[in-house]
């Protein structure tokens, strides 16, 4: 292959995956969302406690959502319309399960972008490769039709957390002491 056509190819490559986190999102991440990052493992263990309390049939769904094996992004492209929902552990409740709504993966060149477009509590942001099999992501979160703000303008917007991903169909990003309502929130996707 001309070295040329190479070069094209890997670039191709390059754009269907996340933005590599050794650059960017280290400058982008507040220092509050590295907090709440670097205390992820025990967040995720307390909220995931408090969540065994929760309707039966519900604990069951989050378990067996938990326990699907992890494969890595590089050999997917994230991009289209997704179902999705979110799952709040721990806090005000034990565990809350919501129905499905309408999320959005795009790739604007610089990696992918999430958008939930329906339901009154919205996200949108970028991701950030980490590892082989865990990525970043950068949001912000709002309500209904409100326009969302810039990643970095606050607490009560700002949103981060760690996507993993379970099939061609199947991923998650697990979002460690949000602002409202929950220990830690899940947002489940699938196609």
């Given at each position: 292959?001309?070295?040329?056509?190479?070069?094209?190819?890997?670039g191709?490559?390059?754009?269907?995956?996340?933005?590599?986190?050794?650059?960017?999102v280290?400058?982008?991440?507040?220092a509050?969302?590295?907090?709440?990052?670097?205390?992820?493992?025990?967040?995720?263990?307390?909220?995931?406690?408090?969540?065994?309390?929760?309707?039966?049939?519900?604990?069951?769904?989050?378990d067996?959502?938990?326990?699907?094996?992890?494969?890595?992004?590089?050999?997917t492209?994230?991009?289209g319309?997704?179902?999705?929902?979110?799952?709040?552990?721990?806090g005000?409740s034990?565990?809350?399960?919501?129905?499905?709504?309408?999320?959005?993966?795009?790739?604007?060149?610089?990696?992918?972008?999430?958008?939930?477009?329906?339901?009154?509590?919205?996200?949108?942001?970028?991701?950030?490769?980490?590892?082989?099999?865990?990525?970043?992501?950068?949001?912000s979160?709002?309500?209904?039709?409100?326009?969302?703000?810039?990643?970095?303008?606050?607490?009560?917007?700002?949103?981060?957390?760690?996507?993993?991903?379970?099939?061609?169909?199947?991923?998650?990003?697990?979002?460690?002491?949000?602002?409202?309502?929950?220990?830690?929130?899940?947002?489940?996707?699938?196609?």
């Amino acid at each position: 292959m001309p070295p040329r056509l190479f070069f094209a190819a890997l670039g191709l490559v390059a754009l269907t995956l996340p933005t590599h986190a050794d650059g960017e999102v280290q400058k982008l991440i507040t220092a509050a969302d590295k907090a709440r990052l670097d205390k992820y493992g025990e967040t995720r263990k307390a909220a995931l406690e408090e969540a065994k309390a929760g309707n039966p049939a519900e604990v069951k769904q989050l378990d067996d959502l938990l326990a699907k094996p992890l494969v890595a992004f590089s050999d997917t492209d994230l991009t289209g319309d997704w179902k999705c929902r979110t799952i709040k552990a721990g806090g005000l409740s034990p565990l809350i399960i919501y129905g499905w709504f309408k999320c959005k993966v795009t790739d604007d060149g610089s990696g992918w972008r999430l958008t939930k477009i329906t339901g009154s509590q919205r996200t949108t942001g970028r991701f950030f490769d980490d590892n082989e099999k865990r990525a970043i992501y950068l949001g912000s979160f709002s309500v209904n039709n409100d326009k969302p703000k810039v990643y970095g303008s606050g607490p009560e917007s700002d949103q981060v957390g760690y996507a993993f991903r379970n099939s061609a169909t199947e991923w998650r990003i697990e979002f460690p002491a949000p602002y409202y309502e929950s220990k830690l929130d899940i947002m489940e996707f699938k196609r």
